[in-house]
């Protein structure tokens, strides 16, 4: 494949044009940024898919300490403090910023922004935009923001393969279009690349969010954080279509039970019932399912008629598969949908190698510990953008570098890891399939092929699960399931995933990529 080496004068590049990639655009106004999507803008965003919304402390009977108090506790010991009392205190100044873009939030009869509720929140502090497709709105408004901002270039379906790194630091991407491989020299390049959910065979994300920012910067020396931590939506409508249609956490804010093929309401003695934390309430239905029972989700007493006038996304989406949640209850199962790991960063945003930024699902700041608390992670993505922002602003630009490269990956697939990262990597885990999940990307991993980047990603989640010990969060261990005294983050780079590997026992073609 030739290789067309282009002058972007050393302006900055934002891989991903979900929300995160697009509030940083916005937010660099007017320095010049290049902004690259993967696909066209708008498909193949997970934010485009989110139902539920953003959480802030808009409340009368609400505050950000109140809001601190219940991330913290969903967090289960490994929240950083500081950053996530910096998000929840700036959160509301977000919504009304993206109001100010022209995001339209729903509102009750008065005027004021009706506040939905959720899981493990204390308070309603929700706030929706089209109901159940606040996603779909967001993304809406910010790509017509971002088309009117002269500023930034956007350059649709390209997607990036490698970051360049020279000396240590930042030196330029290598992305592929329709016409063939491109080099950019730049010395800022921030991640925004979205979740890993495409590494499995149930996931509420699309198939191209398999961790390709996480892959990016493992490739190129990065760390990487907490990387153990997935979080499954309790609540993806049961139904053959990929990815998973989400039936959101607000329905059961609004009172909808779980219950099993019997009528039974198994977290009826859980604190917190449906709404206890998503890893407690994911786990309950998974041994539901794996001991032989359906599961379905019933909003008929707490809604009934009224379902499709607060839900009618999720109404078309059932109605879809042949179910009248008015009528009928609505089959379930867990679903891969958040990331709490990711690229380790900073306050603003700065990875552990010069020249990298992320923001979004695809780096980890310590808001969300071990478990994300529901509709925080759109809040992050659009508080931390303005400092990632603020922070690439003020990096000053390295000087041009001619670039080449003699290898250009081939496009990813994950189509072959799926059964293995669901079967070791799922909801609940244990040593034994985590070992063979090592055994079998490993090779994969030193491959060169279609698979080896996902498989990066999947290998570093597998023996980041391994070297965690305990069950705390969204990772529970059968094997260990006691939680620590301690909480302690993890840390990991690839050379460290690979010698973790080679080191259970099997060999493999690797040595080239630990020099």
């Given at each position: 494949m030739s290789l067309d080496v282009r002058d972007i004068g050393g302006v900055p590049v934002i891989i991903g044009a979900g929300l995160a990639g697009l509030m940083t655009a916005l937010h660099l106004a007017p320095e010049p940024v290049v902004l690259l999507s993967g696909a066209s803008l708008a498909r193949q965003t997970s934010s485009t898919f989110a139902q539920g919304g953003l959480a802030a402390s808009l409340g009368a009977d609400d505050s950000p300490d109140m809001h601190l108090a219940d991330t913290l506790a969903a967090g289960n010991g490994l929240c950083d403090e500081a950053t996530a009392r910096r998000i929840v205190e700036a959160a509301p100044k977000a919504i009304e910023n993206l109001e100010r873009l022209g995001v339209a939030f729903d509102r009750d009869p008065d005027g004021a922004l009706r506040l939905g509720l959720e899981a493990a929140h204390s308070?309603?502090?929700?706030?929706?935009?089209?109901?159940?497709?606040?996603?779909?709105?967001?993304?809406?408004?910010?790509?017509?923001?971002?088309?009117?901002?002269?500023?930034?270039?956007?350059?649709?379906?390209?997607?990036?393969?490698?970051?360049?790194?020279?000396?240590?630091?930042?030196?330029?991407?290598?992305?592929?279009?329709?016409?063939?491989?491109?080099?950019?020299?730049?010395?800022?390049?921030?991640?925004?690349?979205?979740?890993?959910?495409?590494?499995?065979?149930?996931?509420?994300?699309?198939?191209?969010?398999?961790?390709?920012?996480?892959?990016?910067?493992?490739?190129?020396?990065?760390e990487l954080a907490d990387l153990e931590f997935v979080q499954f939506h309790p609540t993806a409508l049961d139904v053959p279509r990929r990815p998973m249609p989400l039936v959101s956490e607000a329905v059961r804010g609004e009172g909808a039970m779980l219950i099993n093929e019997r009528g039974e309401r198994f977290l009826a003695d859980t604190?917190?019932?449906?709404?206890?934390?998503?890893?407690?309430?994911?786990?309950?239905?998974?041994?539901?399912?794996?001991?032989?029972?359906?599961?379905?989700?019933?909003?008929?007493?707490?809604?009934?008629?009224?379902?499709?006038?607060?839900?009618?996304?999720?109404?078309?989406?059932?109605?879809?598969?042949?179910?009248?949640?008015?009528?009928?209850?609505?089959?379930?199962?867990?679903?891969?949908?958040?990331?709490?790991?990711?690229?380790?960063?900073?306050?603003?945003?700065?990875?552990?190698?010069?020249?990298?930024?992320?923001?979004?699902?695809?780096?980890?700041?310590?808001?969300?510990?071990?478990?994300?608390?529901?509709?925080?992670?759109?809040t992050e993505a659009v508080v931390t953008a303005a400092w990632v922002a603020e922070s690439v602003a003020g990096a000053a630009p390295g000087q041009y570098r001619r670039l080449s490269s003699s290898f250009v990956p081939p496009?990813?697939?994950?189509?072959?890891?799926?059964?293995?990262?669901?079967?070791?990597?799922?909801?609940?885990?244990?040593?034994?399939?985590?070992?063979?999940?090592?055994?079998?990307?490993?090779?994969?991993?030193?491959?060169?092929?279609?698979?080896?980047?996902?498989?990066?990603?999947?290998?570093?989640?597998?023996?980041?699960?391994?070297?965690?010990?305990e069950s705390r969060g969204s990772h529970y261990r059968s094997d260990f399931p006691g939680r620590d005294t301690d909480a302690v983050e993890s840390r990991l780079t690839l050379k460290m995933a690979i010698q973790a590997a080679v080191a259970l026992g099997w060999r493999a073609p690797t040595m080239e990529l630990l020099t």
């Open positions: 308070r309603r502090r929700i706030v929706h935009a089209a109901g159940d497709a606040t996603g779909r709105e967001l993304v809406r408004a910010l790509i017509a923001a971002v088309r009117r901002t002269a500023s930034v270039t956007i350059l649709e379906n390209m997607e990036a393969r490698r970051l360049i790194v020279e000396d240590g630091q930042i030196a330029g991407l290598l992305a592929v279009g329709a016409r063939g491989a491109v080099a950019m020299s730049t010395s800022r390049v921030v991640l925004a690349t979205g979740g890993i959910g495409g590494l499995y065979c149930d996931t509420t994300n699309p198939p191209a969010a398999f961790g390709h920012g996480l892959a990016l910067a493992a490739s190129a020396g990065a604190p917190g019932g449906e709404l206890a934390p998503r890893d407690v309430v994911a786990r309950a239905v998974w041994q539901q399912l794996t001991a032989g029972h359906r599961v379905f989700l019933d909003a008929r007493q707490c809604l009934g008629p009224k379902f499709g006038k607060r839900f009618p996304a999720i109404t078309r989406l059932c109605r879809q598969a042949g179910i009248d949640p008015a009528n009928a209850p609505i089959p379930v199962r867990p679903a891969a949908h958040y990331h709490m790991g990711g690229v380790a960063v900073d306050a603003a945003g700065r990875s552990s190698l010069e020249g990298l930024w992320a923001c979004g699902e695809v780096a980890c700041t310590g808001l969300h510990g071990a478990n994300r608390l529901a509709s925080n992670s759109l496009r990813p697939d994950t189509s072959c890891l799926r059964p293995v990262v669901s079967r070791a990597l799922g909801v609940i885990r244990d040593g034994e399939a985590l070992r063979g999940a090592a055994a079998a990307l490993l090779p994969i991993v030193a491959g060169n092929t279609a698979a080896s980047d996902p498989a990066v990603v999947a290998l570093m989640i597998a023996i980041a699960a391994l070297r965690r010990e």
